[in-house]
């Protein structure tokens, strides 16, 4: 069964780099069919997608975010990554890396459980 | 302000059918894009409830239901159950933004 576990620093500075992981268990992050991201939610606020990629390499990254962000896989860890820079207040939000595996047509079946990142100095 | 357009809050009682609209527009759902719908129970990540407009992943009960028609899509419940208190959000693509995804700005439902 595939899970999903999101890892990093709670607190971020603003203005510094926002660095998030996600540990791939049950699958191998190098299945090629699978859609690797991310998807936040600031508080008391509804859902935004932030980006993904497929072990291929193609990414997709979220116009409104896209000059602030990079995304990577690391299939030696079984991970992938998250790197937003120059973050701002705006930035904080639950973070929740997800996975669509397409055996529920393209939508969003795998997720983790997210992780909390508050941007203040 | 989301792509999608969803009530902040719907209610209804036990037993009771409701239903959440989603409304897009045609540089989305009606560009033909799929809906899908997520429940997201208090303090939890969001679970896919149904995907491609009206298909129920395994071990999501019949009660939960989803159409679309033209620029909209809906999500219905019927049988309402204390448990089915959370928030649901729709999602499809942009075209204006190169198929991106977008999400409804989420409904939550209240069983009274």
């Known amino acids: 069964q595939l899970q999903l576990q999101e890892s990093g620093p709670g607190l971020v500075k603003p203005s510094e780099t926002l660095s998030l992981s996600c540990t791939v268990s049950g699958y191998s992050i190098t299945t090629r069919t699978f859609h690797w991201g991310w998807i936040r939610q600031p508080p008391g606020k509804g859902l935004e997608y932030i980006g993904g990629l497929y072990y291929s390499g193609s990414t997709y990254y979220s116009p409104s975010l896209k000059s602030r962000l990079s995304m990577s896989l690391d299939a030696s860890e079984n991970q992938f990554s998250l790197r937003l820079s120059s973050v701002t207040a705006a930035d904080t939000a639950v973070y929740y890396c997800?996975?669509?595996?397409?055996?529920?047509?393209?939508?969003?079946?795998?997720w983790g459980q997210g992780t909390t990142v508050t941007v203040s100095s | 302000q989301s792509e999608l357009t969803q009530p902040p809050s719907v209610s209804g009682a036990p037993g009771q059918r409701v239903t959440i609209p989603c409304t897009g527009s045609s540089s989305n759902i009606g560009a033909g894009y799929d809906v899908h719908w997520y429940q997201q129970l208090p303090g939890t990540a969001p679970k896919l409830l149904i995907y491609d407009n009206n298909n129920r992943p395994s071990g999501v009960p019949d009660r939960f239901s989803a159409s679309k028609s033209g620029t909209s899509a809906s999500l219905a419940i019927t049988g309402l159950q204390a448990e089915d208190e959370a928030d649901y959000y729709c999602q499809s693509y942009e075209s204006s933004l190169s198929g991106h995804v977008v999400f409804g700005g989420g409904t939550r439902l209240t069983v009274l």
């Open positions: 997800i996975c669509s595996t397409f055996r529920s047509g393209n939508g969003v079946d795998v």
